[in-house]
Structure formats: C-alpha cells, structure tokens
Nanobody, 128 residues
Framework: QVQLMESGGGSVQTGGSLRLACAAS?????????MTWFRQAPQKAREGVGA????????YYADRLRGRFAVSHDNGTNTVHLQMNNLKPEDTATYYC????????????????????WGQGTQVTVSS
C-alpha cells in the first residue's frame, strides 16, 4: 500500500507563487513510478497539471501551464514538488498527486483512471 500526502497549499494573490509537495510512503515506494499532479476547480473536471518519472527523464506538462509550473522529484525523500509561479485566479483548485508504477507515457499521463494511488488533495486559492 502506498500513501500520498500533499502539502503546501494556501491562499495567495495574483502573481504570487506556491510550492506544493507530495510525500510518498509505503512498502513499494522504492519502485520507480510516474508521479503526477492533477487539479480540480469548482464545478470543473479534474485535469492533469504535470508529471515526472522517478527513474529520470523530462517532466510532462499541460501545454497551457508550461512555463509557469514546474514538476520535480527528490529521490532522497521520495517527494514530488510542484512549483507554481505567476499564479492566476483560474489556478484556484484542489491539487492532487497520484502514482502509477510505470513510466510516464506521453499523451497518457493525463488519464486519471490509470493511476493506482491518490492523495487527499491540497487547496490553492488565488485572489485577484
């Protein structure tokens, strides 16, 4: 069993930054995995934000977030981070991390049904 715990959410003004963290723990966490951030705004569908393979390689991003958001992974702590810069009110959402124990696949990393484990989410609110 794997547990994912997100942290770092909060309230910021437009143009501000936040750094989210997703700490993974559990018996199988030594395996490499695709760790992905999703978000869900009120009354909207959940969407993929960015993903990274813990075995190495470039991250993947939603096209419209590329350049403002950055995903990174700390092997030592098995934590994935989401650095969010120049935040906008439309970034307001609950942010979730999810894990699947395989490589991130271009075009498929956004497919929510493929993921084995999910965190509880952390709220991000951006005010204008």
């Amino acid at each position: 069993q794997v547990q994912l715990m997100e942290s770092g959410g909060g309230s910021v003004q437009t143009g501000g930054s936040l750094r989210l963290a997703c700490a993974a723990s559990g018996a199988t966490i030594t395996e490499t995995a695709c760790m992905t951030w999703f978000r869900q705004a009120p009354q909207k569908a959940r969407e993929g934000v960015g993903a990274i393979y813990t075995g190495g390689g470039r991250p993947y991003y939603a096209d419209r977030l590329r350049g403002r958001f950055a995903v990174s992974h700390d092997n030592g702590t098995n934590t994935v981070h989401l650095q969010m810069n120049n935040l906008k009110p439309e970034d307001t959402a609950t942010y979730y991390c999810a894990v699947i124990f395989q490589d991130c696949i271009p075009g498929l990393w956004r497919s929510q049904g493929r993921y084995d484990y999910w965190g509880q989410g952390t709220q991000v609110t951006v005010s204008s």
